[in-house]
């Protein structure tokens, strides 16, 4: 009976944990669609992202139910508390990121009416990409339990920084020398920081997965910084 | 004996609801603060602002060490769990409308080296308060623990979002008018995004005094919305 209980309680925290990466995996899906699709400039690739935002929030919903009742019903201390903490933390930042996947889905619904502009979407293209690795590391991390991969992604935050700087100062230079540019520019501004909102989730996903597995805190004070707009 | 441990287990709950009133009154503060720096290009007021983000920090990690160690020691059932939970969710949605407004700050730093646009600053204000006014009826809705009057700030999100639209319309023609407002104007996009989410954690916590009073989700996907590009 006692080794029943026990191992439905592994079960559980099981779950919670393939839950979570189950989401990642859509996550990670719905950023590489939607850069796809505003870089081919692709409605109906957009309009996938959109309608499969629901999953996401679905999922997100359902680790955090798990969560809340296996912390009530069983008690987890130590280790299994940092767990499922983690996987409802973990949730809400894959669940953030599936927004802003989201979002940069509908403004490409918006750039694909206006004139392409071949230079710019190559740079939101290597953005995107540099993110989507992001975000995939993280979640490697996560996955295979190691604080060490968590940690260099971290460490590598300030690269995406460096990206969405540059693509802001890109950006600006556009719209200067063009004003007919300016209405796809401020949209691509917003996918350019929605991108760079995407890697600080998985910024945070890495400082999740670090004390998940270590128990120590890692201080966002010390997170390396190259941009000081961000928010 | 035992009502000694009642009474410390509400002391608990107490405390963290009043830390996490606390964490509101700031990010009020924190928010009034960054509106009134921008508006009159205040830099001394914007590193006010800049230096008191820690602060809000402190107490969101100090409310989910508190609820965590309410949850683990004391098990909280039904609407304890939900308080508990509540308080978690809340703070950590003040805590980013702390960021945003911090964000605002760093960016009125660089908005008070640049040329005075006073029909735009006008504007920002003009949303600004709206979503101060937001932030403080979801606050009063939580302290007096009144699930209608949460639910006023929540179907009152779309009020937000229009000014939000006005405003990006506005930042638009401004900047196609005048190339030379352009980075001044970049960066008014984002104090306008920045504000339009605030008022977005305002509506989040809204649904969760809701939920916290009530034990009934409300459905994000029911929330009145009248801009399709939000994030």
Known sequence: MNEHIVKSYEDELNTLGAACVRLGGLAESQLGDAVDAVVRRDPALATKVLQQDDRLDEIEADVEQKAIRLIALRQP????LRKTMAAMKIASNLERCGDLAKNIAK???VLSEIEPMPALSR???RMGRLVEARLKEVLDAYISNDPDRAMDVWRRDHEVDEHYN???RELLTYMMGDPRTIT???HLLFVAK???RIGDHATNIAEIVHYEITGEQVSPADRPRSDDLQA
């Open 194 to 196: 929605n991108l760079e």
């Open 166 to 168: 540059s693509l802001f």
């Open 107 to 109: 403004r490409t619904l």
């Open 123 to 125: 740079s939101i293209e």
């Open 184 to 186: 796809a520019c401020a």
């Open 77 to 80: 201390m130590a280790n299994d």
